[in-house]
């Protein structure tokens, strides 16, 4: 089993549609979460961390379940800049940061 | 506030041959990783430092990959000698602590090996 798995979509989604994806992870240990995103042949930036009571910032909300071991990203009324692969990373052990494969998201007019 | 410094940012070698890549973190942070990503992958952790020591190596292939922070600021990744499986984006990134802060990532170098 992966240390963070994801699918890896494409998840083609309208303009202004409510796109989710989810996130597991397989070390019931872990302490800290993220989501990053990437852009077509650019280097990952941080969207948001993910802390235990959920994140919300703007149109996109965060969650955490620890009891099976998943974090979600919630994104509202998607926006044609929103295009771009999403990273769930998370703190494995001690300050080892674990990124999955990516989850790539395409809105279109 | 600049961010963090990769060169050079394409090279392409020959398979066999050495390459080495250098990263300037952002001034301050304590810090530095470097990870490898392959086209529809995400990045891969191959040697964290703090300073000038080093915290975590465990993925990073020894016997052909070496990394060194001198005096704790820049980094320069070695690869020798590459394979064609090395072909991927090396990133580097930084960070305040040495907890999972925030890391910033550089523009990453894209090698690729024929």
């Known amino acids: 089993r992966k240390e963070v798995e ?3 979509g494409p998840f083609n989604v309208p303009e202004g549609a409510t796109v989710a994806f989810n996130c597991t992870y397989s070390n019931s240990a872990s302490q800290s ?20 009571s959920g994140n919300e910032d703007g149109r996109f909300t965060a969650q ?9 990203l919630l994104i509202r009324d998607s926006k044609l800049s929103d295009s771009a692969t999403y990273l769930c990373v998370v703190n494995m052990r001690g300050n080892k940061l674990v990124f999955g494969a990516g989850t790539i998201l395409r809105v279109k007019s | 506030e600049a961010g963090v410094a990769q060169s050079p940012r394409y090279k392409i070698i020959e398979k066999r041959q050495s390459v080495a890549f250098w990263c300037n973190p952002i001034s301050g942070h304590a810090t530095l990783y470097w990870y490898q990503q392959i086209l529809g992958q995400g990045p891969k952790l191959l040697i964290q430092f703090q300073n000038n020591g080093v ?6 292939p020894k016997d052909r990959f070496s990394a060194e922070r001198l005096k704790g600021v820049d980094s320069t990744l070695k690869i020798q000698p590459a394979k064609l499986e090395d072909s991927a984006v090396y990133l580097c990134a930084s ?10 990532f550089g523009p ?7």
Do not use: H
Request: with cysteine; glycine share 4%.
């Open chain 1, 6 to 8: 994801q699918d890896p």
């Open chain 2, 95 to 104: 960070s305040w602590g040495v907890s999972a802060d925030t890391q910033y």
């Open chain 1, 33 to 52: 979460f993220f989501w990053y995103r990437q852009d077509c042949r650019k280097e990952p930036k941080l969207l948001m961390s993910v802390y235990s």
């Open chain 2, 55 to 60: 915290v975590d190596d465990s993925q990073l």
């Open chain 1, 64 to 72: 955490l379940n620890r009891a099976s071991q998943y974090i979600s």
């Open chain 2, 108 to 114: 990453g170098t894209r090698l690729t090996v024929l």
